[in-house]
């Protein structure tokens, strides 16, 4: 799906919203792109960073009137502050998509007045570097055009996936929370390295790019990750004796609790708001 006859409006211009821009920035194909944050700062930044590629509008109702598809990529404590500043300026015609951690579908649509079609997304952090992973669920009335257009769009941050509503608490337990499960089993083994007599700067080397090269090996053969691994588990070896340890500390056990633990708190918190 082509974007460049798509008109793009971004509230919240943060993290986030910077990310989407860059993102969409990075290919020719893209849509018109407007945006507004409160953070005059914000609002600089876009202005020095993509000059002349985005139009900073001067408040969410004025952008609002300009585009078709609008992106909230505030705070989920703003988001019901935002909807009610546009709710009156939304049509049927128009596409809104959430980023909003745990708003539900339900609620941004009672906050519409059931208006217009809405997708919620989970993306996270590596969309910074246009390597995310965004889980994309649909609302009552967003059709496959309205969740192929959201598609291409988060596309340009990274990779998707289509799921249920349903399932976005584990999803933010898994590809959400996931980033910072990862950084913490990189900074053991860099500080496993060190203590081995590494310096930290050829550990940090080691760890990060063995990482990189495993997750680009299960990418590139499609093989399961058990199937690889046997590969490098040579009988009465070193990989095998390391593996013993791990299992020995309970590593899966901790991974399942961990995403449980996150799945259990996005729940809760998703009932808070
Ligand atoms: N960062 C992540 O890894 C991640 C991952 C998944 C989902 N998300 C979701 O993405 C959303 C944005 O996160 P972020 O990290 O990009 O947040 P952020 O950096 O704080 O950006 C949000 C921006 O929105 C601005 N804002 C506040 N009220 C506004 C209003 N009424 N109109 C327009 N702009 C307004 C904020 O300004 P002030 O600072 O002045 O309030 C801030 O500049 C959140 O809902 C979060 O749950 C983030």
Redesign the pocket.
């Given at each position: 799906m082509e974007l460049s006859s798509v008109k793009l409006g971004i509230?919240?211009?943060?993290?986030?919203?910077q990310a989407i821009i860059k993102g969409l920035l990075a290919n020719e194909d893209r849509p018109e792109i407007y945006a507004?944050?409160?953070?005059e700062v914000?609002c600089r930044q876009v202005q020095k960073h993509f000059a002349g590629q985005v139009s900073v509008a001067g408040g969410?109702k004025e952008l609002v009137k300009e585009v078709e598809v609008i992106l909230l990529?505030?705070?989920?404590q703003?988001v019901g502050?935002?909807l009610e500043?546009i709710v009156d300026d939304l049509d049927p015609g128009q596409l809104l998509l959430s980023?909003?951690?745990g708003i539900p579908l339900k609620t941004i649509e009672a906050a519409t007045a059931g208006k217009l079609p809405v997708v919620r997304i989970?993306?996270?952090?590596p969309a910074l570097v246009q390597k995310g992973m965004s889980a994309l669920a649909p609302g009552s009335l967003a059709t496959r055009r309205h969740m192929d257009l959201a598609a291409e769009i988060f596309s340009r941050v990274g990779k998707t996936v289509e799921v249920n509503e349903t399932l976005m608490d584990a999803v933010t337990a898994v590809s959400?929370s996931g980033p910072a499960y990862a950084f913490l089993v990189i900074e053991a083994m860099i500080d496993a390295a060190v203590k081995q007599g590494l310096p930290r700067d050829v550990a940090r080397t080691l760890v990060v790019e063995t990482f990189s090269g495993a997750c680009a090996l299960l990418q590139d053969t499609g093989q399961q990750p058990m199937v690889l691994k046997d590969m490098v588990t040579s009988p009465g070896g070193t990989t095998i004796a390391g593996l013993a340890a791990l299992e020995e500390q309970g590593i899966r056990a901790a991974f399942f609790q961990a995403v449980e633990a996150a799945c259990d708190r996005s729940r809760e918190l998703g009932k808070m708001v």
């Open positions: 509230i919240g211009t943060g993290n986030m919203g507004y944050d409160v953070a914000n969410n990529a505030v705070k989920p703003v502050k935002v500043e980023i909003a951690a989970m993306p996270n952090t959400g």
